[in-house]
C-alpha cells in the first residue's frame, strides 16, 4: 500500500501528489505554514487525507506556541486553505474540543497524539468500508454475469487520497486480495486529472482498469459495460446530498438513466450533520488557469458538485451500508 502521509520525528513526510504519477517525490512538513501550503497547493488531496494533514499542521503550530490566540490563529489559517471537504473542519474542531481545556504546556503534544489517532482511525474506517463495500461486488459476482464485475469511478478516492486504503476504491482492493476479479473505469477527471493517480495506484495494486475520458462515462453505461458506480465524497449533507470532484453528478444521473447503482464510500468524518442539505455545502471556485484556456477567456471553475440523495444507491461506511436518508441515525 501507499504511504501518503507519516511521521518523521518532529516532522511528517508526505508523497507529492502534485508530481504524481510523473516523480515520486516526498516532502517534510515541519510548520503551520508548509502544512496549509501541502493543503492549499493539493500536495495532498483528498477528504480524508486532508483531514489528517491539517491535524498534524496544528500539533506542528503548537510546538512553537501554543497559547490560545495561537491555537485560534492556527485552526483558521488551516480551516481557510481548501473549502468543501468536511473532514478539514471536522479534524479541526475535534483538535479544539481536545486541546482548549488544555494548559499550553500540554497541548502540543496532546495534538500530535490526537493527530496519529486521526490518521490510524482514517486507516482503520477505510479498512472497513472495503469489507462492506466488497458485499456488494460478491453480490454482483454471484448473480450469474461474467467475470469481472466492472465498477466505475471518478477522481482519486483510493489510497493517494486517504491515510491507507481509499474510500471508493477500498472494496476495490479488498476483493482483488480475495479473489473476485474487479475492472475499473477510471475517468480522466478534468481539469486536475485525479484519474491518472487512480490509474496509477491500481496499476500498482495490480488491479485491472482502464482509463477514459470523463465524457465517455455515459456511453459505457448505456452499452451495458458498467455494473457498478462508486465514488468518493468530499462532504455529504444530512440529508445525504454528497459533494464529490465535479463531474460525479453527470455520472450519477447516467446511473439513474440505465439502472446502474450508484454508491458513496466515505468515513463517518464526511458526514456534516450540521449541514441540512447539499445546497449549504461551499463549493471550492478553483483558479480558472487550471482548464488551459487563453488568459482572456471568461472561464469558471467550480471543483466540486452535488450529487441529490434521491441519485444515490447507498452509502458505503465504516459502520456498515446505510440509504442515504438513514444518515441521520448515525448523528
Ligand atoms: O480536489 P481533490 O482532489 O482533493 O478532490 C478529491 C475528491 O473529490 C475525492 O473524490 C474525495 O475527496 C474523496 S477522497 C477519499
Known sequence: MLTTLTE????????????????IVQRRLSTLAEAAH?????QVRGAPLIGACAAYGLALALRQDAGDAALDEAIATLAATRPTAVNLNWALARLRRLLAPLASAA???????????????????NAAIGRHGMDLLAEIAASGRKAPVRLMTHCNAGCLATVRHGTALAPVYAAHDAGLAVHVWVSETRPRNQGLLTVWELAQAGVPHTLIAD???GLLMMRGEVDIVVVGADR??????????????????????????FYVAAPL?????????GGDIPIEERDGRELGAAPDVPVANPAFDVTPAGLITGIVTERGIFPPEALRELA
Open 8 to 23: 518523521d520525528g518532529d516532522a511528517v513526510l508526505i508523497l507529492d501528489q502534485t508530481l504524481l504519477p510523473r516523480e
Open 38 to 42: 501541502a493543503i492549499r497547493a493539493m
Open 107 to 125: 497541548r502540543a503534544e496532546a495534538a500530535w497524539r490526537e493527530a496519529r489517532a486521526i490518521a490510524e482511525e482514517d486507516a482503520a474506517a
Open 215 to 217: 465524457n465517455a462515462a
Open 236 to 261: 455529504i449533507a444530512a440529508n445525504g446530498d454528497t459533494a464529490n470532484k465535479i463531474g460525479t453528478y453527470l455520472k450519477a444521473l447516467a446511473a439513474r438513466a440505465h439502472g446502474i447503482p
Open 269 to 277: 468524518s464526511t458526514i456534516d450533520h450540521a449541514c441540512p442539505h
